[in-house]
């Protein structure tokens, strides 16, 4: 969990929270929200202002938020209409981009009637379920206490001769990743794919997290000095499953991504998740050619049913077909010879 401070003096948490089984699959959600930190996974704000929602979603291209907490129903309510139940469809629907991101503003103060003050709960799921049917979903939550608005923030000007502070040089960090494409988000915040080059921070200690579907998770610190230039290099490890290949019949000859194998019943661990082609070849019986897929940190398993080759032709064993031969015909041939022969004289 890190907490940093924007621009305009507004403290923020960002908080990350890993989808409830699979993450490859599923769902990598964080929650940036503007208020301050009250306990380990939970926000301290106030009724009436915006929190922003921010995450990925790997499974789905729509997320859905309800919330639960104080004097609302059980299953949930939409974040933009507490009117709208969660179990008769009342969800607050946000897109997801390309990038596989979401983000949204929750404007605590326009809910279609006033919250009480207290602790919620945000969910955010792959799926419009309520919270009595996320058994066949991924989601992730977060906690968020709402106050009464107190007194506003308090402004201070310097006076003619007093000693100003002076302004802090930036600096870049430069974030680069093989392979290339992946994300990169930096004290919570989603900055984009790699390679990025991002301008304009304080000098400090950033968290950097940089990743891509299919690998490894990588975290990094990187040190930014004022005025200078940062560099990231992230190297991620893809991540890896198990493969098992069984042919009926046994024993056919198996070729992996174009790489003898062995022969079948055939497995192989350590094999990078993804799309793999696999050849089986048996004598007498046809080649075929597949593709599997290797899903991360899982068994896959694949049978290949061959089917027998046609009997090959031997040269020379043809036999003529009979040609029909219409004895009618042949007889009526006959007469017409012995009708139009000519008459010999004695």
């Given at each position: 969990?890190?907490?940093?401070?924007?621009?305009?003096?507004?403290?923020?948490?960002?908080?990350?929270?890993?989808?409830?089984?699979?993450?490859?699959?599923?769902?990598?959600?964080?929650?940036?929200?503007?208020?301050?930190?009250?306990?380990?996974?939970?926000?301290?704000?106030?009724?009436?202002?915006t929190v922003t929602l921010s995450g990925y979603c790997y499974t789905s291209q729509t997320v859905y938020l309800f919330?639960?907490?104080?004097?609302?129903?059980?299953?949930?309510?939409?974040?933009?209409?507490v009117n709208e139940r969660a179990d008769q469809g009342g969800f607050t629907q946000v897109s997801v981009d390309s990038n596989n991101h979401w983000e949204y503003n929750w404007a605590t103060g326009s809910t279609g009637g006033?919250?009480?003050?207290?602790?919620?709960?945000?969910?955010?799921?792959?799926?419009?379920?309520?919270?009595?049917?996320?058994?066949?979903?991924?989601?992730?939550?977060?906690?968020?206490?709402?106050?009464?608005?107190?007194?506003?923030?308090?402004?201070?000007?310097?006076?003619?001769?007093?000693?100003?502070t002076p302004a802090v040089v930036p600096g870049i960090l430069n974030v680069?990743?093989?392979?290339?494409?992946?994300s990169v988000v930096v004290n919570g915040n989603y900055q984009g794919r790699s390679p990025i080059s991002i301008p304009g921070l304080a000098p400090g200690t950033y968290l950097v997290n940089v990743s891509r579907f299919n690998y490894e998770l990588l975290s990094t610190t990187a040190n930014v000095?004022?005025?200078?230039?940062?560099?990231?290099?992230?190297?991620?490890?893809?991540?890896?499953?198990?493969?098992?290949?069984?042919?009926t019949p046994e024993g056919a000859n198996i070729t992996l991504d174009r790489v003898d194998a062995g022969f079948s019943p055939f497995t192989r661990t350590g094999l990078t998740a993804g799309n793999h082609t696999v050849n089986a070849t048996l004598e007498g019986y046809n080649p075929v050619e597949t593709e599997v897929t290797v899903i991360a940190d899982q068994a896959v398993t694949d049978t290949?049913?061959?089917?027998?080759?046609?009997?090959?032709?031997?040269p020379g064993s043809l036999t003529p077909l009979p040609v029909p031969v219409t004895i009618g015909a042949c007889a009526g041939a006959v007469l017409l010879f012995a009708f139009f022969r000519p008459r010999t004289r004695a």
């Open positions: 969990m890190t907490q940093t401070t924007d621009p305009d003096k507004t403290p923020r948490m960002a908080v990350i929270v890993p989808g409830c089984r699979v993450l490859c699959a599923g769902l990598l959600l964080f929650f940036i929200l503007a208020g301050s930190a009250n306990a380990a996974g939970s926000i301290q704000s106030y009724i009436g202002d919330l639960t907490g104080p004097n609302l129903p059980a299953d949930g309510v939409a974040l933009d209409n006033r919250l009480d003050a207290g602790t919620y709960t945000v969910w955010a799921v792959d799926g419009p379920n309520d919270l009595s049917n996320l058994n066949n979903a991924e989601y992730s939550t977060i906690s968020v206490s709402l106050g009464n608005p107190g007194i506003g923030s308090v402004t201070a000007s310097t006076s003619p001769g007093s000693v100003v680069t990743s093989v392979p290339d494409n992946s000095e004022a005025g200078a230039t940062t560099e990231v290099t992230a190297t991620l490890r893809p991540k890896t499953g198990t493969l098992s290949i069984n042919t290949i049913v061959l089917e027998k080759s046609p009997a090959p032709l031997i």
